[in-house]
């Protein structure tokens, strides 16, 4: 299963609503990552929080992470029909230089106006 | 500006032929990867690297091979193109594992959407 699994995987709101989504995880982890991807593009990084964080701001976007819980999330807050996304989840469990990112499935977010 | 750029968006090809995809970065980022991504299944990692002429499995490398003989550039080859290998590929790269920090951001390209016929 995968090591990262966003929730919802899909979520509606109106342009001004925030949008939270969470992420939950299995192993201990070193870091873990945020990501948007809009439709038909790359995925873009938005955030890094390392596991000795519980909280970190970037603009309006802020991402929690609880590792007695295995969980985080992001919240982004006043969104806009821009921000209409999938957002994605992931994780560093690694130990070693050949160690690698595991993504979720994604949280498809969208925006109306 | 971290760029990485995939040599086609778009590409069809046809079952059995051997296809290329190309992947260049330019700032210099030891590590470079390839996804591949699919609607319910999400991104999986086909192949990595983190040096020149280095490379590891993902979790999916059966029927493809990577070549990286120069740091800006990693290909992907499908050495018999089949059906079932119709997906969005996607090049990704990034500095290096940095110790208890672990894995850095990676910078993804747009994608190549590949059709096999």
């Known amino acids: 299963s995968q090591q990262g699994e966003e929730d919802p995987q899909a979520l509606s709101i109106q342009e001004g609503e925030n949008a939270t989504m969470n992420c939950s995880y299995k192993?201990?982890?070193?870091?873990l990552q945020w990501y948007r991807q809009n439709s038909g593009r790359g995925l873009v990084h938005l955030i890094l929080i390392r596991s000795n964080e519980r909280e970190k701001h970037s603009g309006r976007l802020r991402v929690t992470l609880d590792t007695s819980k295995k969980s985080s999330s992001l919240l982004i807050t006043a969104s806009r029909a821009a921000d209409t996304a999938s957002y994605f989840c992931?994780?560093?469990?690694?130990?070693?230089?050949?160690?690698?990112?595991?993504f979720g499935e994604g949280t498809q977010l969208t925006v109306n106006p | 500006d971290v760029k990485v750029t995939q040599s086609s968006r778009y590409l069809v090809k046809r079952t059995g032929e051997k296809v290329f995809l190309e992947c260049v970065q330019d700032m210099d980022h030891e590590n470079m990867f390839w996804y591949r991504q699919d609607p319910g299944l999400g991104l999986r990692l086909i192949y990595f690297s983190y040096d020149v002429k280095m490379k590891e499995k993902g979790d999916i490398p059966e029927g493809y091979s990577v070549s990286r003989e120069k740091k800006e550039r990693f290909s992907l080859i499908l050495e018999s193109a089949s059906t079932n290998q119709t997906s969005m590929y996607l090049c990704?790269?990034?500095?290096?594992?940095?110790?208890?920090?672990?894995?850095?951001?990676?910078?993804f390209g747009d994608g190549t959407r590949l059709s096999i016929l």
């Open positions: 992931a994780t560093d469990a690694g130990e070693t230089s050949g160690s690698r990112l595991t």
């Open positions: 192993t201990s982890i070193n870091n």
């Open positions: 990704a790269s990034s500095l290096p594992w940095w110790g208890r920090e672990g894995n850095q951001p990676q910078h």
